[in-house]
């Protein structure tokens, strides 16, 4: 989890009025290592904002796996797991996270 931006913003301004990065550590109880990243981001970006994280899909674009199922809803898992490059087992699996059920009932 990651430090919330209030105390970033205390870090900093301890450290703006003239005490180390060894003692704003002390002080505040966190890692010599991120109170200088911190430092570090602030003064080139002046920004503290923490980044979201990017995901990146290996195989199955989940909205384009959605489109595909929505416009061949018929289709075998080996037959989609050809459009995607990859296994059935991978098609099925990426299924279950979206909650689309390949068994239809009447």
Excluded at 38 to 63: A, C
Aim: with cysteine; aromatic share 8%; charged share 35%.
């Amino acid at each position: 989890m990651a430090y919330s931006i209030d105390l970033r913003e205390k870090v900093i301004k301890y450290l703006e009025d003239g005490n180390s990065q060894r003692q704003a550590a002390k002080v505040f109880n966190i890692n010599l290592t991120t109170v200088n990243e911190w430092s570090q981001k602030y003064r080139k970006t002046g920004s503290l904002e923490v980044k979201k994280p990017q995901r990146n899909f290996k195989k199955i674009d989940p909205e384009r796996l959605k489109t595909y199922i929505e416009e061949h809803p018929d289709a075998y898992l080996s037959e989609i797991a050809l459009e995607f490059s990859c296994s059935d087992m991978a098609v099925s699996k990426a299924l279950k996270r979206l909650g689309i059920t390949r068994k239809k009932r009447s």
